[in-house]
């Protein structure tokens, strides 16, 4: 079975012991709008869950597991958005089964 996220007011409470402070605090030390770590509560965001993590203590897949891989990297892929915006032909070829 696989391991679950842990709950957000496990998170809350952690970071609380662990790191004495509030999502909010923890975002304005960051130099980040006040409610901008707490969108990770919701919904993946690495650079806010590696903050949290490294004020509790962990890595982020401990408290995330369900976005990370077995190797720690994110479960995510990346820059296809953006890739694609500059070059729109990438993606089709992409899943054309090309090369780049």
Do not use: C, F
């Amino acid at each position: 079975m696989a391991a679950l996220d842990w709950h957000n007011a496990k998170i809350i409470a952690e970071l609380r012991m662990q790191a004495q402070k509030s999502l909010r605090q923890l975002s304005e030390e960051n130099n980040l709008s006040p409610n901008t770590l707490a969108q990770a509560l919701q919904r993946p965001y690495p650079k806010a869950e590696r903050i949290i993590a490294a004020a509790i203590g962990l890595p982020p897949k401990t408290i995330w597991p369900s976005r990370y891989n077995d190797d720690g990297s994110t479960s995510r892929r990346k820059g296809k958005r953006r890739v694609a915006k500059v070059n729109p032909d990438y993606i089709s070829i992409e899943y054309k089964g090309g090369k780049k």
